[in-house]
C-alpha cells in the first residue's frame, strides 16, 4: 500500500466528521479506493479535483476511482488553480460529505480534528547535568494540563527511563525544550491514513 507523502510544503488537515468517516471506512476494510484518492490530491492538489461555484466557491471536488457518488472534497488556502503558483499553498484541507444531495448543508464551517503526535523519550541515568526525576515530572506536567494528552507508559529499564504518551502537534517544540541534551526524543504522527 503506498505511504502518504509527509514532505509536502503545506500543512494537510482535516475536519472532524472527514476523520470519523475515513475511520469508519478503514474499520469496514474500504478504504483503499479512498487512500489511493487522497494520496493524489495531498501530491497534488492543485491538478486534482475541480472547484466549485456559487456558495461552495473556494471549495474542490473529485470522485474517489471507480465510484459515482463517493467524493472527496477538499480546500486550499489560499485557493489557486494554477500550477505556476502550487507553492503559494499554505494548507489542504480536507472536508466531508456523505452524500451530494446534502453537500451544502454538510459544508457549513470548519470544525478540525485535533492530530496528537505520539512521543517516545529515552532519558539516560548517567548522563551529567540535570536530575531524571526532575525531567519525567517536567514531562508529566506538560501534557497534563492538555484534555485528551498523557503519558501513556512509563518504564525504568536497565540504561535510561522511557517516557510515551500524546501530545498536540502545537506542543511539539514545547516538549523538545525541555529535554536534556542527552535525551532521545521521537515523536510520531499517528497517521489518520496509515
Known sequence: ?????????????????????????KSGGSFDSYRKQIIKIIENPVREGKYKSKNLKGLKTC??????????????TPGI?????????DELYFHFIDHWDNYD????????????????????????????ERVKSSV?????????C????????????????NIPRSMEEDLNELMPEDAKTEIVDDGLFD
Not at 498523557?150 to 504518551?165: P, R
Open 81 to 89: 488553480n494554477d500550477q505556476g503558483q502550487r507553492s503559494n499553498i
Open 105 to 132: 448543508s454538510a459544508l457549513c464551517g470548519r470544525d478540525p480534528a485535533s492530530r496528537d503526535l505520539k512521543f517516545e523519550i529515552q532519558i539516560p541515568y548517567l548522563a551529567q547535568g540535570f536530575e531524571i
Open 140 to 148: 508529566y506536567n506538560l501534557v497534563g494540563d492538555v484534555d485528551g
Open 63 to 76: 470522485h474517489v476511482s471507480g465510484s459515482t457518488q463517493d467524493i472527496i472534497c477538499f480546500e486550499l
Open 1 to 25: 500500500m503506498s505511504e502518504l507523502p509527509t514532505d509536502t510544503p503545506w500543512d494537510v488537515n482535516w475536519d472532524k466528521k472527514f476523520e470519523e468517516q475515513v475511520d469508519k471506512l
Open 150 to 165: 498523557a503519558v501513556t507508559n512509563e518504564d525504568w529499564g536497565d540504561e535510561y527511563l522511557l517516557l510515551e504518551g
